[in-house]
Structure formats: structure tokens, C-alpha cells
């Protein structure tokens, strides 16, 4: 037997009847890889694209090997012989009677630099392993790229996973992998087939639900004669029927995706076909433990699986994600479809069904456990299973066990508060509750109605989740259920506690006590934080700040990153509300940093809204603005505090930013939305929402409007229930009273300000209050006090870092009071009130109340100074004359005369003149 020597590419490789799409960069790959080494098999589940792969690479590298590339097809091998018949047939090396055929090609190849391609291997993988083995070690320079659903095993052999056709875009690609296949695949049905705004969400709907697998996309593309992309996307659910038809001249196996599946499960032994099935019922992968749990039973047993779940991952069936430092496994969807019919046809759907819920219910009591030393590692484990967990709950009230699904999202109110899914954790808990019959276990019931009365509050439902929880409580104490009891108890307090503070605080406490009772961490952290909120809305921080530090410090030796993070947020509004800016961006940006570590997104967003308002106290506007608009895009569902407070937030850096209008409609929004906080707590930030709105529109202009907003602001300030962004509504009303020409009004309403930060410590608008107290001094000319006040507000901004943001600045009014002290007597004014800390200087203005007698109108409202100026005017000079006599600026005697046409009514010099005249 010989043969000529072979010249290159003389063998050839499969004509490709359809264009080849994308690949970049998995031919690259494989390049590299043939670079060095010798044996390399390009592995992958059926229809992933690996024959194409290597005969498009030998097309267009082939050059690389001397005497070319040669294509065995080994899709129809059975046995070993055929194996080297196969190789021989496509070498043209002819057998002699009894000689040995493998001798023989290793004769005819040694000496020749060949690259062998040997297609589909599965089905004889150990005969192919057996030939390939002798021949590289007979032939120097022959290099095999094989293709098979898994490896060789032949030493030295490398393996390449061929990964699934993209679905998204990469750097530089207008139409990912998975779409262009299905457009040019489509054009053959339907040559004018282009993608558009319309169909490309179906489109890419369709690879996406594919798992990008390169058959599947080409047999769907085919049903384009018959059905639109839309429809071919919404019948993907029975994607072995839909995709049922492929190219007659294609080998049996790839003209169905059913039959291409179906190659692979009949190429199992029967452990290995038991687990797959098994495995069907983990609708997102699995880990060993899980595995073990569910699956491990006859013909599996625990010792083994792990093997099979080896054979299996060879077998491209399984994909293995070793990212993390525990390994999970899962099924591309196509196989899992296929793998839950065979186990829905042998007969184990059931059992292994109870055995994936009991799995699970102990995982979530596990994480329960574990969220006392870890919340974060507990939520993590949560957000990993959650879709195995729901599947869970599905099966549990499908199979009448209520008493397990109630358990199950029992335990899954934390998970879906700290991960924002509000919407989706409310629609599965209510669902469950509404599945309970008479023979449901009280203690199951208490605990999914505790869960849904959560969910309810974090929506605003106030009213409807209190009636849930005082139902779980009771129910709860028929159980004697004692932790269970204090969970209820909380929830009773903390949802009363937003409809009515005196109402809910001694719950809220006496949830607390049971909670150090039985060691209930996690509930007793959240409820100390809680109180710490209610203190500081309804009594201010001085009440709030000891039981929030207490937790602050509580969850610091805990290491327990989110009750710590919702502590820090809580101290940052503390440290606000009392004025010292430099403490509350520490807390904040603290809070954020742990808010971060956790994952919480709920936690997450209002760590940011609390770092925004520090930073805008600080008069960071550009920092403020950048935290308000990452903490608004991390919480998307629901109507939640994170969504109503971040309004708020919003609306505080529309002002400071100078876009009123805008401020305006993000009020109205602070506003419609605060009602989530419950009545008491709603107020605090209506106030808040009042006040950017009264404000905007005073400096749009309209200040008629602005004090009509205002006036509601004040309305919500005199509630007795909660102090919460008081002072911010009464300084607003304040400088709006000013700007409409009433002192009276605008005096009375600062010292209200100062007032309420004596009694409750909240500062924050204290420099505010000062300063238009100031403005107010200097038209009464009352300058060395005027100038006095100003010191203090400027030491108190200095000192906390509080940056301007409710009222003008005092400038022009100081710049009045210099030219009349002259400056010795004002530096000594400033230096005195500069030298006053802000609880002094407060002390010291409510000592002066009542100091203002003039009224706010006619005659005698007017200064000495504006009497003077009306007296030279009526002696006919003009405003540079009186501002000469006077010693004082044009300016300034332009703004006494618009202050004395206001307080007279009148609108022009000439009927001042003749007024006054009329006076004498």
C-alpha cells in the first residue's frame, strides 16, 4: 500500500453551502492554541457551530501546514475499524489484505506536515482517542483539530469550548453574532428581511432564548416563511416542536433541535441520563450540595455524583461557572427543556420536586441563621438561589404544602426589602396568603402575613398592613411562638409607628425587649434603628443621636454592614438637622461605603440621598448632584422611601443649582410621593417639599405664589407630632414674608426658627434664620446687632460647613450697617458675634424677642433713615443729592424709596412728594 506524496490542500474540505457568520474571535483562539499544540478538540453541545468552526479555520489557515488540511467525517463511525476506514477514505490511502491499516497511515503521513480534522467524534470517542494516540506518536508533524460533544482524553490533548454565538454587541459591532446569523439565515426565506426598530426586539429575544445556540437560530430563522419574528419569540416555550424542521440534505441529528438534543442524552450511560433529568428542576443551576440533595438517590448515590456531574460537563451538557469560590452547574435552557420532559416521562417528577423544596427550605432557614453573623453573605445566598427559591414556591402550592410556601417567604422579607423587589416579593407573598385554608399551621400563616405586611408598607399601604400585622400577631401568640411574636410585634410598631408615633412607639419598644429575649439580632438592630428614626422626626437630634450611635456601635462589633449602613444613613439626617455638615458627610459617606459592601440597593439609594444633602449643605452642587442621580437609578420599582425621599433630594440641587422651574415640578413630586412615610412622618417631608417649591418660586419671581406655598409648609410645621424640616418650612416662610414687605411677619417666624433649634438641637438652618434676622436689624438700623447676628451665622458656617441654600445672602444689607458704623465699630460688632457659638447666639436672640414695635405698613412703619430720605426728596432733591447728604450709596437710597412706595402704597416720587407734603 503507498501513496504519492501530498501536496497542499490537495485533500479538500467541505464546500460551505451558507455564509459563515462572526467568530473573530474564537478563530483567533484556536490559532493560537495550533501554535503549539499538537491535539486540540474543539468541544460543545449539539448545533453549537464546531464543525463549521474548524473548517472555516482550515480554510483559512491551512497554508500553515505544508502538505494542507485534511476532513474525515466521522459522523457515521460506529466502531473502531470504521474510525481508520474513515481517515484512510479521505487520505486516499487504500487497503492491502492483511496488512494493518493504522501502520499503514502512519507510513503515508510520516514525514508530511498535515492538518487533520476529525468531525464528530462523540460516538466513537475511545476508538478515535485510541488512532489518534498512535498516530501523533508515530508522525512528527501531523497536528489533529478534532470536534466532539466531549473530550478525547488523549494526553497532550487541549480542549476548546466553542461558546454560544453573542447576543450583545461588542466593541465595534453593529449587529451582534446571534442576530446577524438569524438575519442571514432569514434572507433565504425572505430575501427583503432586514432588522428594524420593530423586530429586533424579537429577534434578539429569540437568540437570547436560544442560549445563542448556532442550529437552534438557523431553524428558527427558517419558520420566517410562515410566522413573524414576534411569533416565532412567543412560541419559544415548545421550541422542539416550533424548530421541528431543518435541511433535508443535513445528517438526522441537526435537522431538528430535538434530534440534535436527543443525540447527545442517548450517548449517556443511565446515571449519567438520570442526573440531567434530575438536574432539570434547578431553574438556575445548581451547587454540589444542591445537587447531592436532590439528585442523589437510586441510580445515584452521594460518592459518585460528582463524577457524573464530571462526565456530564465534558459532555457539554452542563456548563461549569468556577467564579466564585463555589462552583455551580447549569444546563443551557434548550437542554433544560429537554432534560424536565424525560423527567416528567420516568415517572420522578414528584419526588424530585419534594426533595428541590425541602432542599430549599432549609437553605432559607440556613440563611436566616447566617444573617445573624453575616447579612451580607446571607443575602448573597438568597440572591444566588432566588429563582431555584420561586420555582420552590410554585411547587409547594401546586402540591398543596401552603404550610412550606408561607415558611419560604416567611423568610424572604429582608431579601426583597434589601434588593429593592418590592413589586415582585408583594405579587408572590400575597399570592401565597391567598392560598391558605383552614388546616394551615398558625406559625406559617403569622409568618407569611408578617412578610407581606412588609411588603405592603415599603408600597405606602400603611392602613392594609397594619391589619395584616395585628392578624400575624395573633396568630403568632396562639402559636406561642415567642420570636415569631416579637417579629410581629415589630412590624406592628413600625407600621403603626407610621400612621401614629404615640400609637406605635411602645410597640416598637416592646418588640425590642422581646427581641433581646430571644436574641433575635437582626430584628432587634432594625428596631433600635427605627427608633432612632421616629426620635429624630418627631423630637429632633438631640432625642435621636444616643440610641443611634448605641446602634452604630452595636453593629460595628457585629460587623453587620446593613442595620450599620441604615445607623450611618440615620446619623448623617441627625448630624443635618443639627448644623454640623462636617459630621454628616463623615456618617454619610460612611454609610455608603457600607451600604455599598452589602448590596442592599434600598439601603443603597438612600445612603446616597443622604450623602447628596451633605453634600449640598456643604454647597457641594455638583458632588450633590451626582449622588442624588446614582441613588435615583438604583431602586426602579415601587413607591418606597428611596424614591420619595430622592424627589426631595433632587429638588434641593435643582435649587441650589439655579434651575427653578425645574426644582418646582421635582417638588410636586417630593410631595405627591411623601405619603409612603406614613401621616406623621409625611409631614416632616412635605415641609421639606414646600419649602423648594415656596423658594423656587420666589426666585422665579412670583411672590404672591410663594408665600401662598409657604403658608401650607408653616401649616404642617405647627403639627405637634413630628419637628422633621420644621425649621427649614418656618425660615422659608420667613424670607418670603421679607421679600413681601412684612417684617413683622418675617422676624416673628426667624425666631420661631431659633426657637425650635434650642429646644431640639436642630441647627441646620440656624445660620439661615441669623443672617435674614440681620437684614431685618439693618432696615430697623439696628446695624452693631445686625452685624452681630451675621458673625454668628458666618462662625456657625465655618465651624459645621454649612453652605447657604434657604435665604439671600446678607451682603448688600451689611455693606448699609458699614457705612454707618464705619469700620472699627462694625469689625468689633463682627469679631463679638463670631466669637458666640450657635447655641449661645440662639439663647441670645430669644432673650430680644419682641423687640420689633414699628408696624408693617403706612406712616409710622418707616425707619429714621427712610423718614429722612422722604423729607430730602420733598425738598425736591434727587437720589444722588440724598445719597450725598446722607453719606450713603444711590443704591442704596433707590432700594429706601422701593421700600417706602411698598409700605405706602404709592408708586411714583411725585405722589410721595405731594404726601408727604400734605403730611406737614
Known sequence: MTADRLSPLAVSLPNELTSFVGRKRELSEL???????????????????????ATRFARESGERWRDGACFVDLSSATAADVVDRSIATALGVMETPGAELRSALAVHLSGRQLLMILDNCEQVVDAVAATVHDLLQSCDDLVVLATSREPLGVEGETTYRVPSLGVASLEGQEVPDALQLFVDRA???????????????????????????????????GRLGVLSPQEIA???????????????????????????????????????????????????????AAAKSVAAFEPLEDAGLLDVLARLADRSLLVVDATSSRSRYRMLETIRQFAAEELAASGELEVVRHRHLDHFLELVSQAWLLSEQDQVAALTLVETERENIYAAVDWALAAGRVDDALRLVGELWGYWTSRARFVEGRAITQRVVDSVSEGCNPAAVAAGMFALSWLEEMHGDYAIAYDHAEQALELAVASR??????????????????????????????????????????????????????????????AARPTLLGVRDLTGQRSDLVVGGQARNCLALVELSAGDLDAALEHAEVGQAMSARTGNRYLE?????????????????????????????????????????????????????????????????????????????????????????????????DVATARRTAEVGLELARRRDSVLASDIALVVAAAIAHADHDPQQAERLAVDALALAARTGMYGVSADALELLAVLAVADEDDGFAVWLAGAAARHRRTAGVAGCWTDPPDNALETARQRLGPAAYETSWAQGAGTPIEEAVKNVARRTGRRKRPAAGWPSLTPTEVRVVELAAEGLGNAAIAGRLFISRRTVDAHLTHIYAKLGLSSRPELVAAALGRK
Not at 206 to 217: E, S, V, Y
Not at 615 to 639: M, N, W, Y
Open 187 to 221: 434572507q433565504a426565506v425572505r430575501p427583503e428581511f432586514r432588522l428594524t426598530d420593530d423586530n429586533e426586539p424579537s429577534v434578539r429575544e429569540i437568540a437570547r432564548r436560544l442560549d445563542g445556540i448556532p442550529l437552534a437560530i438557523e431553524l428558527a430563522a
Open 481 to 542: 411562638d415567642r420570636r415569631l411574636e416579637g417579629r410581629c410585634l415589630a412590624r406592628i410598631g413600625l407600621t403603626l409607628g407610621g400612621l401614629d408615633l404615640e400609637a406605635g412607639r411602645p410597640k416598637l419598644e416592646a418588640a425590642i425587649e422581646i427581641a433581646r429575649e430571644t436574641r433575635d439580632t437582626p430584628i432587634l438592630h432594625v428596631c433600635l434603628c427605627q427608633l432612632g428614626w421616629f426620635q429624630l422626626t418627631a423630637d429632633g437630634p438631640a
Open 605 to 701: 439609594a438612600n445612603a446616597w440621598g443622604c450623602l447628596a444633602l451633605a453634600r449640598f449643605g456643604r454647597g457641594d452642587v455638583r458632588g450633590g448632584l451626582a449622588a442624588c442621580a446614582t441613588g435615583e437609578v438604583i431602586v426602579p420599582q415601587g413607591r418606597n422611601f428611596a424614591m420619595a425621599a430622592g424627589h426631595s433630594f433632587r429638588g434641593v440641587a435643582l435649587l441650589m443649582d439655579g434651575d427653578f422651574s425645574a426644582a418646582v415640578a421635582a417638588a410636586e413630586q417630593a410631595i405627591e410621593t411623601a405619603d409612603v412615610f406614613g401621616p406623621w412622618v409625611s409631614a416632616a417631608w412635605k415641609r421639606r417639599g414646600y419649602a423648594i417649591m415656596a423658594r423656587a418660586q420666589w426666585r422665579l419671581g
Open 31 to 53: 490559532g493560537g492554541l495550533l501554535d503549539s499544540r499538537r491535539i486540540v478538540t474543539v468541544v460543545g453541545s449539539g448545533g453549537c457551530g464546531k464543525t463549521r468552526l
Open 234 to 288: 412567543a412560541g419559544l416555550s415548545d421550541r422542539f416542536r416550533l424548530l421541528g424542521h431543518g435541511a433535508r440534505t443535513a445528517i438526522p441529528r441537526q435537522q431538528t433541535l430535538l434530534g440534535s438534543v436527543r443525540w447527545s442524552y442517548d450517548l449517556l450511560t443511565d446515571a449519567e441520563r438520570a442526573l440531567l433529568r434530575r438536574l432539570s428542576v434547578f431553574v438556575a443551576g445548581c451547587d454540589l
